[in-house]
């Protein structure tokens, strides 16, 4: 008989079924939902980068495609698990446009008005996704779509919704909760939810 390892949770997370919590709750920032058409939407990639870009939907869905499983974390304590993402991972992005030694972070901005910052490093892993799609559908507005970066090993205010910028940057900035009451660092092994 088979046994099952038991699967770790970062501390102070419970999972959840499905994704009927999973909506929206940022006060402050979201009123209503972004209507973003899709034909429409452009992502620009700039800053300390060698080749900016403008990327509109038909451009984004012919870049490389690629499935990733991993797990949601929300700062609040919930978790959804084994989430199918596709999309472009975000080190494919970087290949592109290849970021000058100064542009060391990384700004996001998003129709809604949120903004976010990571490293580099952060974001140089095999994991971290610019996704359209999850759970072979498509990303449903309330959760991000048409296109949500997903950093896996962040709790998920730094995995942005509704993307419209990424700029390359030499200095940090910090982000809408990042300036407010949560971590930068979003480290969810280490529980670093609030800022000190």
Known sequence: MKVEKERQMPPNQK????ILRWGIDHPGIVK???KI????????IDGQIKHPLKLRWLDFLKMPQTRIVSDFHCVEGWSVLDCV???VLF???????????DGRYVWF????????SLTIEDLNHDDVILAHKL??????????????????????????????????????????WESG???DSADIWKNDRYRK
């Open 15 to 18: 999972p959840i079924k499905g």
């Open 32 to 34: 209503e939902l972004p």
């Open 37 to 44: 058409n899709r034909e429409k939407w452009v992502l620009t």
């Open 85 to 87: 993402w596709e999309g």
């Open 91 to 101: 080190i494919t992005i970087m290949a592109l446009v290849k970021p000058n030694m």
């Open 109 to 116: 901005e998003c129709a809604d008005g949120y903004t976010t």
């Open 135 to 176: 759970n072979d559908e498509d990303l449903p507005p309330p959760l991000g779509g048409p296109v949500r970066l997903v950093v896996p090993q962040k709790y998920a205010y730094k995995s942005p919704m509704w993307i419209t910028r990424i700029t390359f940057m030499e200095d940090k900035r910090l982000g809408y």
């Open 181 to 183: 009451i949560y971590s």
